[in-house]
């Protein structure tokens, strides 16, 4: 893959005569993944099992893109969609695995059924997605990026998360292993982990937007993260600047996995160790 990158007041990506294949793309940030893409000059397979949405993307999304209804989460769905990257465009480079759900509840509360889904469509689907796309691309043997999706929730308890947060964690240990199978065949495997990313709804529902008003000021930065943002991580990892990076997982959250807003002078009050600082009281 020869992806080249041009410099400039922004870093910008050239994926003329590549094929990208994005799930989870009838909105979000899946929807801006298929918009960057495109833009960069690749073809790109936008995927979802949302129809109206996926159609949506398609409208608002430059020349060079095949919506395909699919639910990933099944081995056909997951064959259907690597298959019409080459019906549509003749090969396969890159798979972004953005599919997921993360419907919240209490673990006391939670629904096996519920559970089952998340990771249906989490891990399953990324696994299947991954087997597939990586055959396709042994079998045209040029390599390939896949790319896959995690959340800040896998590395800090989050009320309500019992599935979604582990789902993303096994994710993470899956694109581990994925990574060095994958290696021989020139195909780099990593993972993308947003922090909160501004994709709510509009006008936020009044719980969520009581949550996010307390919780905002408390983040490094101060505010969510944009999709574009995020878009920019995964081309990033799509392409030749990251030929050295697999089995990786990039944070792209502000630094809220590590802490919270800093706002306060550091004071050292602890007077056992005036002989090593030299301070005075």
């Known amino acids: 893959m020869e992806t080249s990158l ?8 050239d994926f003329t005569g590549r094929v990208a294949v994005v799930t989870g793309a009838a909105r979000g940030v899946g929807r801006s993944l298929v918009q960057a893409f495109a833009r960069a000059g690749a073809k790109v397979v936008a995927v979802d099992r949302d129809a ?7 409208s608002l999304s430059p020349d060079g893109v095949a919506a395909v209804v699919s639910d990933i989460s099944q081995p056909e769905g997951a064959q259907a969609t690597v298959d019409a990257a080459i019906a549509h465009f003749g090969r396969l480079d890159i798979c972004v695995n953005n599919a997921a759900i ?3 509840t209490s673990l006391l509360e939670e629904r096996a059924e519920v559970w089952d889904q ?7 689907g990324t696994f299947l997605m991954t087997q597939a796309a990586a055959r396709l691309m042994i079998a045209g043997g040029h390599g390939g990026r896949i790319v896959n999706f995690s959340s800040a929730a896998s590395r800090r308890g989050s009320p309500g998360a019992t599935a979604y947060a582990s789902s993303r964690a096994a994710v993470e240990s899956f694109t581990r292993v994925a990574a060095i199978e994958l290696a021989p065949h020139g195909i780099l495997v990593n993972t993308v982990s947003p922090g909160l990313i501004d994709t709510q709804p509009k006008p936020l529902p009044p719980m969520m937007s009581e949550t ?3 919780r905002i000021p408390t983040l490094p930065l101060a505010r969510p993260g944009q999709p574009e943002e995020v878009v920019a991580a995964v081309l990033f990892l799509a392409s030749d600047a990251s030929s050295y990076i697999s089995g990786s997982v990039m944070m792209v959250d502000g630094a809220s996995a590590v802490g919270s807003r800093f706002s306060e002078p550091v004071v050292d009050d602890d007077i056992r160790y005036d002989w090593v600082t030299g301070h005075t009281r």
């Open 212 to 214: 996010l008003s307390q």
């Open 6 to 13: 041009k410099t400039g007041s922004q870093l910008t990506f």
């Open 118 to 124: 998340v990771y249906a469509v989490n891990c399953r």
């Open 52 to 58: 109206a949405g996926l159609q949506e993307t398609l």
């Open 102 to 104: 993360a419907p919240h």
